[in-house]
């Protein structure tokens, strides 16, 4: 960062970081997108079925009943 605001100034840093912050939502939203939990929902699945296929494949973290409990759950992994 320090660098940054020699180069480009404080607006000029401001403007990169909210580029960059832009950019790694884009890519947790194609990446997050397609969960198999989420795809398997999508085909008709029901929750439980889904849920245990998508962990068979490999996924670990599951939504929750809140998003305070499903954030939480995500913290302490």
């Known amino acids: 960062m320090p660098t940054a605001l020699a180069a480009w ?3 000029g840093t401001y403007v990169a970081w909210t580029a960059l912050l832009l950019l790694g ?4 939203y194609a990446l997050g997108y397609g969960a198999p939990y989420f795809q398997l929902l999508r ?4 929750r439980e079925e889904a849920k245990a ?11 929750a ?9 995500s913290a302490a992994k």
């Open 9 to 11: 100034g404080l607006l």
């Open 43 to 46: 085909l008709g699945l029901s």
């Open 65 to 73: 009943g809140s998003l305070v409990e499903t954030l939480a759950r």
């Open 25 to 28: 939502t884009l890519v947790f």
């Open 53 to 63: 296929q998508a962990r068979a494949l490999g996924q670990e973290l599951f939504p």
